[in-house]
């Protein structure tokens, strides 16, 4: 069974970081795509970042880069984001993703607030 469980979420001011986590198990690991999105309420879901993890390629959506970092632990079957300078409008529940033959996972999410 495919399990992807997001921890680290909180509350945060402006300019402030957080490092997401993401434990995956059920499923190749090393040789999936692997991707960070958020959701905010009324929006459809952001599409933020994707690590190739059999090649290591990865790539950020505009609106995050510079600002996040996706990184793994193949040891430790974890995905990491490194969220830097945050900004009010990063406010989201963030969920990792994979997707295998077809079929789309996500976790339960974890909740990131950045208010003053």
């Known amino acids: 069974e495919v399990q992807l469980v997001e921890s680290g979420g909180g509350f945060v001011q402006p300019g402030g970081s957080l490092r997401l986590s993401c434990v995956a198990s059920?499923?190749?690991?090393?040789?999936?795509?692997l991707s960070w999105v958020r959701q905010s309420p009324g929006k459809d879901m952001e599409w933020l970042s994707t690590?190739?993890?059999?090649?290591?390629?990865?790539y950020y959506a505009d609106s995050v880069k510079g600002r996040f970092t996706l990184s793994v632990d193949n040891a430790k079957n974890t995905l990491y984001l490194q969220m830097n300078n945050l900004k009010p409008e990063d406010t989201a529940a963030y969920y990792c993703?994979?997707?295998?033959?077809?079929?789309?996972?996500w976790g339960q999410g974890t909740q990131v607030t950045v208010s003053s």
């Open positions: 993703h994979t997707a295998l033959m077809g079929t789309h996972y």
């Open positions: 059920g499923f190749g690991f090393r040789s999936s795509g």
């Open positions: 690590i190739y993890n059999y090649n290591g390629n990865t």
